[in-house]
C-alpha cells in the first residue's frame, strides 16, 4: 500500500513567486493535514481537512496561503506570493476517520525563497 | 512560550545501552502522547503513543507519562545503531485528538 505522498521533493522560488505543493493521502484516509518546519523551529499544524471541507485552519500563516482539497482526494497548499519566512519542510499526514487511527507523514516538500 | 520541550541533544551513547529521551509539555488538557522517530530526509515515524499515566512498553521501547508532572519520557533499551535518528515528542492540543503540537526533537546517535 502506498504511503502519503508529497511533490515536490524541493522546490527553489524566488520572492514574489508562486508555488503549489500537493499531497496525496493514503487511500481512504479522510483525515488529511498539513504541518510545517521552518529552520531551528519545530514542526506546526498547519490545517486539517476531514474530506474536502477545512476542520481546522487555524495554523495557517496569513492570506498568502491558500489549502484545497477537492473531491476529499489529494490537496494542494500554494504559497502566493512567497516570501522569505515561508521557507522550511511542509509536510502532509493523513489518517482514517476511526478516533485512535495513526496519523501518517509523507516526507515532506521542502520549499526554499531566495 | 514553548509549548512542548524536549531535551535538546544531540544524545550519544554506546550500542547496547539505555537511551532516555524526556518532554515536558504545557497544556494541561492534553490528552494524547507520541514518539515519533524521524531519519534525516525522511518522514515523521510513529513509534508510541501513550493515553494515560505509567509506562507503556513496545518490544525495546519504553514510554512513560506523569500528567501530574506534565512529562512523558522514552526509553529505548538495547539501543541499536539504527537507533540513531531525531526523536520528536507531540502532544495533542486545542481539544482535537490529532492536532499535534511537536517539540523540537532530540538526535539521538547510536555508537557502534
Known amino acids: 500500500e502506498a504511503g502519503v505522498t508529497q511533490f515536490p521533493s524541493h522546490s527553489v522560488i524566488e520572492k514574489g513567486q508562486t508555488v503549489t505543493l500537493r499531497c496525496d493521502p493514503i487511500?481512504?484516509?479522510?483525515?488529511l493535514y498539513w504541518y510545517r518546519r521552518v529552520m531551528g523551529k519545530e514542526i506546526k499544524f498547519l490545517l486539517h481537512?476531514?474530506?474536502?471541507?477545512?476542520?481546522?485552519e487555524s495554523g495557517m500563516p496569513n492570506n498568502r496561503f491558500l489549502a484545497e482539497r477537492t473531491g476529499g482526494t489529494y490537496s494542494t497548499l500554494k504559497v502566493q506570493p512567497a516570501e522569505l519566512e515561508d521557507s522550511g519542510v511542509y509536510f502532509c499526514?493523513?489518517?482514517?476517520?476511526?478516533?485512535?487511527?495513526?496519523?501518517?507523514f509523507g516526507e515532506g516538500s521542502r520549499l526554499t525563497v531566495l | 512560550q514553548k509549548e512542548v520541550e524536549q531535551n535538546s541533544g544531540p544524545l550519544s551513547v554506546p550500542e547496547g545501552a539505555i537511551a532516555s529521551l524526556n518532554c515536558t509539555y504545557s497544556?494541561?488538557?492534553?490528552?494524547?502522547f507520541f514518539w515519533y522517530r524521524q531519519y534525516s530526509g525522511k518522514s515523521p515515524e510513529l513509534i508510541m503513543s501513550?493515553?494515560?499515566?505509567g509506562d507503556k512498553e513496545d518490544g525495546r521501547f519504553t514510554a512513560q507519562l506523569n500528567k501530574a508532572s506534565q512529562y512523558v519520557s522514552l526509553l529505548i533499551r538495547d539501543s541499536q545503531p539504527s537507533d540513531s535518528a531525531t526523536y520528536l515528542c507531540?502532544?495533542?492540543?486545542?481539544?482535537?485528538?490529532?492536532?499535534?503540537?511537536f517539540g523540537k526533537g532530540t538526535l539521538l546517535t547510536v555508537n557502534p
Open positions: 499526514a493523513s489518517r482514517t476517520g476511526i478516533d485512535t487511527g495513526e496519523l501518517f
Open positions: 487511500s481512504g484516509h479522510d483525515n
Open positions: 481537512f476531514v474530506k474536502e471541507s477545512k476542520q481546522d
Open positions: 497544556d494541561r488538557g492534553s490528552q494524547s
Open positions: 501513550i493515553y494515560s499515566n
Open positions: 507531540a502532544v495533542t492540543s486545542g481539544g482535537s485528538n490529532y492536532k499535534l503540537t
